[in-house]
């Protein structure tokens, strides 16, 4: 496949802009970030496209000349969420995240600390794959850019995109920022000659290149971007990247000389790939492209990449082109998160403000932490990180709502019950089947659009019916009543089913205090191995026998508080 020709568009994405109602019944014409409910046509663009039931979730590989922060907990968390949910939809999904490895960045850091780089990046990539196990993270593979199923990939791809003419030697002039990896162009630099990403002096390089040929790819690009409106999400960076392909795109340096820590280009051992270049494959690395063709072909047509909104333009464009380039079709989707700032201020190791995830989640635990990043903001919009805003949001919505429903739920089954109960003979009420109805409704919806925090609003109206139920049936007075038993289990039932129902919802946000609650919930089968939707029903549970209840999420006291 040729650049200008798109014949692979049409075959990697089928036509799906068939127009197609809200699933609640709702005008689907226009939502917005921040009201999903309003309307517009990308409502059904934005369902995440399965090809053959698989899913395939990636994260940025992170860049192992420091430790891990908050940012990245972000994004992982973020894709573990997608991961479990689609998974609990019985799809099969590949998770991959990893480490990038190469590059100046990774040497100077090394320097700094008298090690070699392969020194350093051994050292460094523990802690990333540590801080992934204390946070409960499910991903199915972890790449490492030092691999040699790497490296074997990157220069496939360059072969690839050689023999298709797409790359060419040539010399190099620019302004260089060596912390951020990136190459600026004169015409976005002031006369400070200082990074615009980061704020400092560049470096001016002039050298020998290998060139990829991304100026071919603007037309192309633009069509696809066209013919995709859910490509980029949010809607608003859709916009920044399709104004930034127009204003035209130029050749893509994707080697360097003089600097050995990196994939040899094959042929000419002096160059060494570009750190981007080298980095962005990783994504092709992970299914396997070079050697398994049935995992490529699986899992590549539906795989999205979630990424901060600073390395957007990489993976919009240079990404995409490179693939257009080698014929290969582009990703679904690539969404860009926003940025947290700490207390206000732009996080920095300079001001000592940088968050530590391990802290974090010593003080608080792995689940409070996920919850905290995944409701409190707009996936897509930028937040701020605050130790208070963390307590504050937990306790209102894990202690007070769902724990609260769910300890009273099982206190009361235990006082009055002794733990056991069975399915009442008559169970159908309209209003609590609406409201879960509404709920499935627009928590699918709002996980398709990867609308996290909105998903658990919806969760949480559960919760709240249940323990707005609770206070208006009393139980402890039916308990009172001889005339009364037999609505009281009809209470107790639904409060349990309504807890199991919860269980589900908020398995993929925190699947540590789910499990325990499914384990507490009496459930025989594994949480893991119940689907959603399928399981979203009212009455599933046949027979409780349940453990100890215990508090999930005490309160957190905080120094009002004490
Ligand atoms: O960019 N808030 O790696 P990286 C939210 N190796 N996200 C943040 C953040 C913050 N304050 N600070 C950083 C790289 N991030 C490359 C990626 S992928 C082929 C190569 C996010 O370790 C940032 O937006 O610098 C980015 O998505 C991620 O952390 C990786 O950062």
Known sequence: M???????????HPIYYTARKAPWGGDPSGPTLENPWMPAIQIHLAEVIMNEGCFYITTPIYYVNDVPHIGHAYTTCAADILA????LRGQRVLFLTGTDEHGQKIVKAAREAGLT?????????????????????????FIRTTEERHIRTVQALFHNLSERGLVYKGEYEGWYCVPCETFWPENQLDERKVCPDCGRSLEKLKEDSYFFALSKFEKPLLEFFSSQPDFVMPESRYNEIMSFIQGGLKDQSISRVGLNWGVPVPGDPSHTFYVWFDALINYLSGVDYV??????????????????KDI?????????????????????????HGWWTI????????????????????????DRFRYFMMREVTFGLDGDYSERALIERCNADLSDNFGNMVHRTLKMLDKYRGGKISRPVSYS????????????????????RFAFAQALEQVWRLAHAGNRYIDKKAPWKLAKLPDKQEELDTVLYRLLDCSRLL????????????????????????LEEHRIPEDLVWGKIQMFKPREAQPLFPRILDDEDR
Do not use: C
């Not at 050697?291 to 901060?308: A, I, M, Q, T, Y």
């Open 291 to 308: 050697d398994r063709e049935e995992k490529f072909s699986d899992f590549w047509p539906s795989v999205v990449h979630l990424v901060g």
């Open 343 to 366: 207390e206000g201020d732009k996080m920095s190791k300079s001001k000592g403000n940088v968050v530590d995830p391990y802290q974090v989640i010593d003080t608080y635990g792995a």
């Open 312 to 336: 957007l333009r990489f993976h919009s464009v240079l990404w995409p082109g490179m693939l257009v380039g080698a014929g290969i079709q582009p990703p679904q989707r690539v969404f860009a």
């Open 84 to 87: 479990r949910y689609f998974r």
């Open 429 to 448: 009420d309209g209003e609590w089947e609406s409201l879960l109805e509404e709920v499935i409704g627009k928590f699918e919806f709002s996980m398709n």
């Open 2 to 12: 040729i650049a200008g020709d798109m014949s692979w568009l049409e075959k990697a």
């Open 117 to 141: 780089p392969q020194e350093l990046v051994d050292r460094v990539v523990v802690r990333f794959q540590e801080l992934w196990k204390i946070m409960d993270i499910s991903h199915d593979d």
């Open 503 to 526: 269980t589900l919802f908020v398995f993929p946000f925190i699947p540590r205090a789910a499990g325990k609650l499914w384990e507490m919930l009496g459930m025989e089968k594994l």
